[in-house]
T-cell receptor
């Protein structure tokens, strides 16, 4: 079992729809959770971070964390073609500068 | 505030050579982590440096090494290059306090794309 698993893609949604990205993790000691967006040929760019159970909203993005279920998700509302990218879930447990990443989910938003 | 910078951006080497990559963190950030990204393995953690000390290390062979200088800048070295070392090498910096929270957030540089022939 991988330490961080993301829903297999690719995921395709029409413009204006809600995109839902999911991630589960195995280390119950994990305390910090991040979503990064990576465009092809570019480096990961931070979208959201979340540390406590519940929802965290930032513009069109909402991160949800459920530590009991070891589950973190990212919702993108009003999806735009510019949101088309690979989304990486990252989990940090020890806080010694190590994040463990999922394989990523590739999202395509069709105009 | 300037972001994380990495040099060089692109590099072509041949098997058996060695390479040194450089990373300058965001001003004030004390932690520098290195990752390798390949299509087959995804993003893999190499090591992390804080206050010139390696605090954490991933599962990579000893050919991969690094160091951090007093100004927090970091270098990564790969000796005896193999074809499988071809990858995007990413550096990420954070302020870090050791406790969960925004100061642990890692920000990535643009990466160095290494091709080993």
């Amino acid at each position: 079992q991988k330490e961080v698993e993301q829903n297999s893609g690719p995921l395709s949604v029409p413009e204006g729809a809600i995109a839902s990205l999911n991630c589960t993790y195995s280390d119950r000691g994990s305390q910090s959770f991040f979503w990064y967006r990576q465009y092809s040929g570019k480096s990961p760019e931070l979208i959201m971070s979340i540390y406590s159970n519940g929802d965290k909203e930032d513009g069109r993005f909402t991160a949800q964390l459920n530590k009991a279920s070891q589950y973190v998700s990212l919702l993108i509302r009003d999806s735009q073609p510019s949101d088309s990218a690979t989304y990486l879930c990252a989990v940090m447990a020890t806080h010694a500068g190590k994040s463990t990443f999922g394989d990523g989910t590739t999202l395509t938003v069709k105009p | 505030k300037a972001g994380v910078t990495q040099t060089p951006r692109y590099l072509i080497k041949t098997r058996g050579q060695q390479v040194t990559l450089s990373c300058s963190p965001i001003s004030g950030h004390r932690s520098v982590s290195w990752y390798q990204q390949t299509p087959g393995q995804g993003l893999q953690f190499l090591f992390e440096y804080f206050s010139e000390t390696q605090r954490n290390k991933g599962n990579f062979p000893g050919r991969f090494s690094g160091r951090q200088f007093s100004n927090s800048r970091s270098e990564m070295n790969v000796s005896t290059l193999e074809l499988g070392d071809s990858a995007l090498y990413l550096c990420a910096s954070s302020y870090t306090t050791g406790a969960p929270g925004p100061l642990e957030t890692q920000y990535f540089g643009p990466g160095t794309r290494l091709l080993v022939l």
